[in-house]
């Protein structure tokens, strides 16, 4: 049976993504030999990360004096990452969910971190408008997409200081304006790659201004001095993550995402919103094009089980919702083509008929 695969992350990638990784471990570059087994500073290895920078560059339209790093750790060192580089004097935070409130927590160990608004008092249903960002912040961070909570911010916030961003779950789902952002992270296992790597692309000039000692592995300047390369990168997921954006590219770019994804989530909230078995949590106006999150409407919760094990029957992966939201969860990232949402939206059609 064909599987829908709406899982949150570890998910979805391109299949030409996997098909060409699938080829490059067995043999990579016609060099009879596996892309795992291989030197990352051999001339193979080194074209490719050369060209997974150009194609990040190019696909997000990144001005001059921006640098492009392929890290491990995942994003989850970025929230220590972040502050230990660029907090000196006091950083902003706006509290948006669960990973949200991660980065906060990390960067309160380096100095003042202001929490200038939270949704938490609504289980970050919402994306807090009304705020004010002090001018003297080094940075103010974001979260653009709330994975668990399906929230997302539709437009960079407006803000006199530099944006640092969490862009795991959305990064390359739409355009972005880099000139706004001193710093933009995403692990990998969303939208970009198999789990193992973190992309950031940093604006040079926000760095080398904290008096701390920052240790090699954790220092941005040493990556960007060393291309990638100050220790051996996560090899495979870098080039997993070159073949996605070789496909995010054929597919149109981020613009060509964006109107897909934005399609396929109007057809999916559509349907949400007018079946009468089925609600949204989030609000409305800050809805996610990435996680879609919806539960039994009221009355109907004892359907709940029901409802996953027949979407389960049909080949539906994934949808079962963050136990802090509950419900349902459907993660239709760049890679998740428009027939899956389909056969969701059919699947809640068909299951409204029988009850
Ligand atoms: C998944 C996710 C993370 C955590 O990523 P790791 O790579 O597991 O550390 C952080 N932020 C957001 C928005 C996420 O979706």
Redesign the pocket.
């Known amino acids: 049976m064909q599987k829908h695969n709406f899982s949150?992350?570890p998910s979805i990638l391109p299949r030409e993504a996997i098909e060409a990784t699938a080829q490059a471990v067995l043999n990579f570059n016609n060099s009879g030999l596996s892309v795992m087994e291989v030197s990352h500073r051999g001339k193979d290895f080194d074209a490719v990360m050369h060209e997974a920078r150009i194609l990040v560059k190019e696909l997000l339209s990144v001005p001059e004096g921006y640098s492009v790093l392929f890290l491990g750790?995942?994003?989850?060192?970025?929230?220590c990452m972040v502050p230990f580089n660029l907090l000196e004097r006091k950083a902003a935070y706006l509290n948006t969910?669960?990973?949200?409130s991660?980065?906060l927590k990390e960067a309160r160990a380096f100095g003042e971190a202001l929490e200038v608004a939270s949704s938490k008092d609504a289980n970050f249903s919402y994306i807090p408008k009304n705020y004010t960002v002090p001018a003297d912040v080094d940075y103010f961070h974001i979260?653009?997409?709330?994975?668990?909570f399906g929230t997302e911010l539709a437009d960079d916030p407006k803000a006199d200081v530099m944006l640092v961003a969490?862009?795991?779950?959305?990064i390359f789902s739409r355009p972005v304006d880099v000139s706004r952002y001193g710093l933009i992270y995403?692990?990998?296992?969303?939208n970009l790659s198999c789990?193992g790597v973190?992309l950031v692309i940093v604006k040079d000039d926000m760095l080398g201004k904290v008096s701390r000692h920052i240790p090699s592995m954790l220092n941005y300047k040493i990556h960007i001095e060393n291309d990638s390369m100050y220790n051996t990168p996560p090899v495979l997921p870098v080039y997993t993550a070159l073949q996605t954006l070789k496909w995010i590219k054929s597919k149109g770019g981020v613009a060509g995402m964006q109107q897909r994804n934005r399609e396929k989530a109007a057809i999916l909230y559509r349907e949400i919103d007018r079946n009468r078995l089925f609600k949204g949590t989030a609000a409305v106006e800050d809805r996610s094009l990435m996680?879609v999150c919806f539960v039994m409407a009221d009355g109907c919760q004892e359907l709940e089980k029901d409802f996953l094990e027949f979407a389960q029957s049909l080949g539906m992966v994934g949808i079962k919702g963050h136990r802090s939201v509950g419900g349902f969860r459907a993660s239709i990232y760049n890679a998740m083509p428009l027939e899956s949402v389909q056969a969701l939206v059919n699947a809640m059609k068909e299951f409204e008929a029988k009850h």
């Open positions: 949150a992350g750790g995942g994003a989850s060192l970025q929230f969910g669960t990973w949200a991660k980065a979260t653009t997409n709330n994975t668990i969490d862009m795991s779950s959305d995403a692990g990998a296992q969303k789990a973190t996680n």
